[in-house]
């Protein structure tokens, strides 16, 4: 069964490619790029929702953990799928939000269990498209080490690099770098 | 208990044989007898030695800093760490906590085996530990709980219970 991916290229939907680029290995899946974004999975089903298409990718491929190890840990991962597309993407009083997403990360090196889940690519991803968040880092020092942590393991490297330039003209006094 | 170290970090590396090893002195540092050459001697110098041997020199650290980053821990361990008095405890978990703050692993972004041995070295500190103690180290604590939990470490040691969440908030840190 062979999944496409389509992207849109003015707002890539990283969180799905995270989660696409997590499960190449054991379902297949293309991306090509276009106008909107979608999952298409049959000729009558298809996605929209970046979350959507993540939860679909981690339950086709159930053996990565994704989702979590229990139905405890599967709450949470929701938990945190809401909390990324509520109130990191675009919302006012991000300061807020970062206080509690501080909070809940000073005991912990993933945000779900003892390894990688939806979760930290979903929230990863709200904060990597996020104007406002590289400025805000200082007051958030756990979330800050969670953040470069993340950033420099390899599919997550590989996806900031590749599609978040493609967002330069939101801040473009940062781009001489 | 440095020779039930070494042969975790052997299971760890998935080295098939277990090898012998023997103690010299009263503190009873550990002797590799090698087939073919002198005897290796001492904690560090046999665990580099087993990391090699298995093929895996990522863990000495990928990086000429964190090579150096890597050893200076190994060498914290044994000197530091290892005989410390109840004075002292307090300076080593405050110290380590501090230099945690903005890391994952010892050496940053990547487990390494500096990671494997203070965990170890560690493990008689943080048994002890009341829950708001735990906390007040909350860096250690939670460096030391996904240590724990990485896969193929913790073999000859008990778990030790860590809270996921802060009950303590009133602390600023």
Known sequence: MALNLTINTSNPPLGALLAAEHVKSSVQVSVEEGKDTRLQVSDAIQFNDTNSISRYLARVAPALGLYGANMMEQTEVDHWLEFSARRLCGQPGLAVALGELDKALSLRTFLVGHAITLADLSVWAALKGHGEWPSQGKSFSHVSRWFYFLSSQVPFSAVGNKYAVKKAPMSKSNQDV | MALRELSSLEKFLGLKKPNKYSTQGDKKVPVLQNNNGPPLVGLVTIACHLVKEAKRPELLGDSAESR????????HR?????????EDIKTILKDLNLYLQDKVYLAGNQFTLADTFMYYGIHPLIVDLAIQEKEQYMNVTRWFDHIQHYPGIRHHLPPVAVLRNRIYTGRHH
């Open chain 2, 68 to 75: 150096a980053v890597v050893q200076q821990w190994l060498e």
């Open chain 2, 78 to 86: 044994v000197t530091k760490l290892d005989g410390c008095t109840k």
